[in-house]
């Protein structure tokens, strides 16, 4: 299986703040890779598909990038909704999984 | 409106059967790949397995970590997933989340549709 690790687990940061989290894949991969959201007692939300597609309605603050084995989910500049968990999911027709997660709290 | 509503969740002993529906509605169930996916209490998000739709043989993949205890099934007569879990382990207690496929090429067969989740506790 294709194993994702994402980094940082956690992550303080404070509103207009730029934020990277990471998404490593333990091999070369297609460039099907998604960004997901998810609050508490909410279902995942999707962000970005194909590495840096923005999904429809999604803000452009949001921004994916990467290949091969980095993948990377940029927020340009923080606002109060976007404190959340945020997952990467490498995904083919075969299989799918999720990186660990990320937690961003507000500093 | 589009909803995918789990049941079928409880506490189950070690060794033990359980088995999942997941009932969708608002959209053309039998279009659509299904998946199940879980999330253990403080852990992340776990994928447990897929099955596609009649157009695709009604294929089906698991994680590893299910395979050969866990069956997913369908029945598009009755827009109902199923996930019949045997010879449950400690490890499996999680909350089970449905979740559709997007339809369309492999760059969008992301999840756009999950359910609210069923939570199964595995227990002496």
């Known amino acids: 299986d294709i194993q994702m690790t994402q980094s940082p687990s956690a992550l303080s940061a404070s509103v207009g703040d730029r934020v990277t989290i990471t998404c490593r894949a333990s091999?070369?991969?297609?460039?099907?890779v998604a960004w997901y959201q998810r609050k508490p007692g909410r279902a995942p939300k999707l962000l970005i598909y194909?590495?840096?597609s923005l999904e429809s309605g999604v803000s452009s603050r949001f921004s994916g990038s990467g290949s091969e084995t980095e993948f990377t989910l940029t927020i340009s500049s923080l606002q109060p909704d976007d404190f959340a968990t945020y997952y990467c999911?490498?995904?083919?027709?075969?299989?799918?999984?999720f990186g660990q997660g990320t937690k961003l709290e507000i500093k | 409106e589009v909803q995918l509503v789990e049941s079928g969740g409880g506490l189950v002993q070690p060794g033990g059967s359980l088995r999942l529906s997941c009932a969708a509605s608002g959209f053309t169930f039998s279009d659509h790949y299904m998946d199940w996916v879980r999330q253990a209490p403080g852990k992340g998000l776990e994928w447990v397995g897929r099955?596609?739709?009649?157009?695709?043989?009604?294929?089906?993949d698991y994680a590893a970590s299910v395979k050969g205890r866990f069956i997913i099934s369908r029945d598009d007569s009755k827009n109902s997933l199923y996930l019949q879990m045997n010879s449950l382990k400690t490890d499996d207690t999680a909350v089970y989340y449905c979740?559709?496929?997007?339809?369309?090429?492999?760059?969008?067969?992301?999840?756009?549709?999950w359910g609210q989740g069923t939570m199964v506790t595995v227990s002496s």
């Open positions: 194909k590495a840096s």
């Open positions: 979740a559709r496929v997007r339809l369309g090429p492999v760059e969008l067969k992301t999840f756009d549709i």
């Open positions: 099955i596609r739709n009649k157009a695709n043989s009604y294929g089906i």
């Open positions: 999911q490498q995904y083919n027709v075969y299989q799918t999984t």
């Open positions: 091999q070369s991969i297609s460039p099907w």
